[in-house]
């Protein structure tokens, strides 16, 4: 397993929002966490990221355990739903940002960051046709566009990783359908290990390789599309994807 979670317990003053968590997802597939508001589908992600820690279980990243180690050193691009873009950068300045502070504790020069920077901006530039918008302001983009801006950013770094914490839900229902396709072709062009998180049935059927169906932290199923809607586990899954 690419990403393992073992008997996962986190409490936040006496609510626990993971009970017993485990699931596993191989390399390079596209896995959806699934789940009403509340069943504790960001505290998973945040905890895989490194943003917060279990008060117990295991979390192993291809084998290793990562338990203990700090966000930054996990290979992780994260994608949160608000899109939170630095609102006084450019789109260029955005997606080089989490890159030029890696090349930056590399102490590369300012001549090599540049030119780094430059081609790989470049290259997420294209593969998320923004071209010509790097000089924008994140104002100045759709919510589709700002999306994109995010998910370039997250990428530039070249995590093993990439989280979406309900990357469509600040964006309107058609252009949410539209981005949803494009997603999917995007994360397997790159072939990168992708979680996203949705709280839309329809949304996770579509998208994903594997669905993990959260309820109250707990995990209910995890599953294919096919399997999740044709032998639901429990009457809670039943109920959630009808
Ligand atoms: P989801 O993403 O599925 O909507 P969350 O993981 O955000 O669910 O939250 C699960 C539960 O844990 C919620 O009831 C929420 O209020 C609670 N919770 C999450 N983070 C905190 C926190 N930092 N402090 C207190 N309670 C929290
Ligand atoms: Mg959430």
Redesign the pocket.
């Known amino acids: 397993m690419y990403v393992e979670m073992k008997n996962i317990n986190k409490t936040?003053?006496n609510?626990q929002?993971s009970n017993m968590v485990s699931f596993g997802i191989e390399e390079g597939t596209l896995a959806a966490l699934l789940?009403?508001?509340?069943?504790?589908?960001?505290?998973?992600l945040r905890m895989l990221a490194g943003l917060d820690y279990p008060d117990s279980g295991e979390i192993y990243i291809n084998g290793t355990l990562v338990n203990k180690l700090p966000a930054s050193k996990r290979g992780i691009g994260f994608v949160f739903q608000n899109y939170a873009l630095f609102r006084y950068m450019t789109v260029y300045d955005n997606i080089a940002f989490g890159l030029e502070t890696q090349l930056k504790k590399q102490k590369k020069s300012r001549k090599e960051r540049k030119e780094i920077l430059d081609a790989r901006v470049d290259e997420l530039l294209k593969l998320t046709s923004l071209e010509g918008l790097e000089k924008r302001y994140p104002g100045q983009l759709s919510g589709g566009q700002k999306q994109r801006v995010a998910f370039a950013r997250a990428l530039a770094p070249n995590p093993q990783i990439l989280l979406l914490?309900e990357p469509f839900a600040a964006i309107d229902a058609k252009v949410r359908k539209e981005l949803r396709t494009w997603l999917k072709e995007m994360i397997s062009r790159v072939g990168i290990t992708s979680i996203f998180?949705t709280?839309d049935q329809d949304e996770a059927m579509e998208v994903s390789d594997q669905i993990i169906i959260?309820n109250h932290?707990r995990v209910e199923q995890i599953g294919t599309p096919e399997e999740i809607k044709t032998k639901p586990a429990t009457d809670f899954v039943k109920d959630f994807i009808s």
């Not at 789940?35 to 998973?44: A, D, L, R, Y």
Request: hydrophobic letters at 25%; glycine letters at 22%.
């Open positions: 936040f003053n609510f929002a789940g009403p508001s509340g069943s504790g589908k960001t505290t998973i914490d998180v709280h959260t932290g």
